[in-house]
């Protein structure tokens, strides 16, 4: 139901966008949240959005570097990722939920999660 790409091989400083597909069921009104994970640590909330309200918000760590956009008509959200840095490497996630805005950065609020796209930044 939610389906991540975009994901690949960058340079530092370069970019890449990746795409949350929602399908199967509708998500309006739903938050829509990006994380990351590496094997070192626990998924990392980056972003979310509520679909048709508020948002996004986005964690410190992406802020200013990091975009989260939405197109309503082909039920997709972006991560827009510039001046990637090689501690950006990591799975990224989508995830969707009815969750309140205080929950947003934690994971286990989210009910529905892509499968991850990998995205790998080379110094």
């Known amino acids: 139901q939610l389906q991540a790409s975009g994901g690949g091989l960058a340079q530092a400083g370069g970019s890449l966008r990746l795409s949350c597909l929602a399908s199967?069921?509708?998500?309006?009104?739903?938050?829509i949240g990006w994380f990351r994970q590496t094997p070192e640590k626990d998924r990392e909330f980056l972003a979310a959005?509520?679909?048709?309200?508020?948002?996004?918000y986005y964690a410190d760590v992406v802020k200013g570097r990091f975009t989260m956009s939405r197109d309503s008509t082909k039920s997709t959200v972006y991560l827009q990722m510039d001046s990637l840095k090689p501690e950006d490497t990591a799975v990224y996630y989508c995830?969707?939920?009815?969750?309140?805005?205080?929950?947003?950065?934690?994971?286990?609020?989210?009910?529905?999660w892509g499968q991850g796209t990998l995205v790998t930044v080379s110094s």
């Open positions: 199967g069921r509708t998500f309006s009104g739903y938050v």
């Open positions: 959005t509520r679909l048709n309200g508020w948002g996004p």
């Open positions: 995830a969707a939920g009815n969750l309140i805005m205080s929950s947003i950065q934690f994971a286990r609020s989210y009910n529905w």
